[in-house]
């Protein structure tokens, strides 16, 4: 059997995982040779300010080969949520009720209109109401913006985003006519994956890493709620809104 006999047939989560196992040899070389290198710059630190030669070498070395192990584990653990180890829904629930509950934001999770499609977060606060949904792509997958469209790789990312702004403009049309504040949603994706160096907005929507999700709402805010329009928002939400399992 060859070896594109053993891998066809194989999802790209499950031949990316593969690979990276056969791979692991290669890696501990190339990470031996640059622990090499470390160690011939503590050895010239060690000499340039009169410290111990031996020990100067060793911490080179192991802070080298340290630094290389945990870059080449986040870049794996980076491709989690796409090849469904973990959910990308929760390791943004976790971050934005860190950074935001504190700071009079309520998050409620998977809510949608009756008959439309659910999100995955609607964030309710002093400075506005956004709607943040996650999706995955592989690591090789390109987000960027090329005049007005959204590109995700080669393909258009049109689909992507008028899903999201539909659901937007739904939820707010009836945030608004049921509680009978104006709302105004600002639909956010967060991306698990994928190459994408900070935040791409394009055809309606942003799209950005999960740890800058709350940063990005809290800098810039659409609306200035009080705390009695937060909470009627909120309890809104919660009674209109078809919470999803």
């Known amino acids: 059997m060859t070896p594109d006999d053993q ?20 890696r501990r070389k ?42 080449a584990w986040r870049s794996y653990e980076a491709t989690a ?8 829904e929760n390791i943004t629930r976790k971050l934005l009720r860190r950074r935001l509950t504190r700071r009079g934001y309520q998050i409620l999770d998977g809510r949608a209109v009756p ?32 005049g007005d469209r959204l590109f995700l790789g080669e393909k258009y990312g049109s689909k992507v985003a008028k899903a999201l702004v539909d659901v937007s403009e739904s939820l707010a049309e009836v945030l608004s006519r049921e509680s009978g504040v104006p709302v105004t949603i600002e639909p956010l994706l967060a991306v698990h994956g994928g190459e994408l160096r900070r935040s791409v907005t394009a055809e ?40 999803m399992s």
């Open 204 to 243: 309606g929507i942003t799209l950005l890493k999960p740890r800058l999700v709350a940063r990005w709402i809290l800098n810039g805010p659409r609306a200035e709620y009080d705390d009695a329009q937060v909470e009627l928002l909120a309890r809104t939400a919660a009674r209109v809104l078809r919470r």
């Open 30 to 71: 190339m990470r031996a040779v640059k622990a090499v290198g470390g160690l011939a710059v503590g050895v010239a630190l060690a000499y340039r300010f009169g410290l111990s030669v031996p020990i100067m070498a060793i911490v080179g070395a192991a802070l080298v080969a340290a630094g290389d192990a945990i870059w």
């Open 115 to 146: 008959g439309k499609a659910s999100v995955d977060h609607l964030v309710i606060g002093p400075g506005g109401v956004w709607v943040v949904d996650n999706e995955a792509w592989d690591p090789e997958t390109e987000i960027a913006r090329y």
């Open 7 to 26: 891998v066809h047939g194989l999802s790209p989560q499950v031949m990316y995982e593969q690979f990276w196992i056969k791979e692991a040899g290669e």
């Open 81 to 88: 949520v796409w090849r469904g180890r973990r959910r990308g």
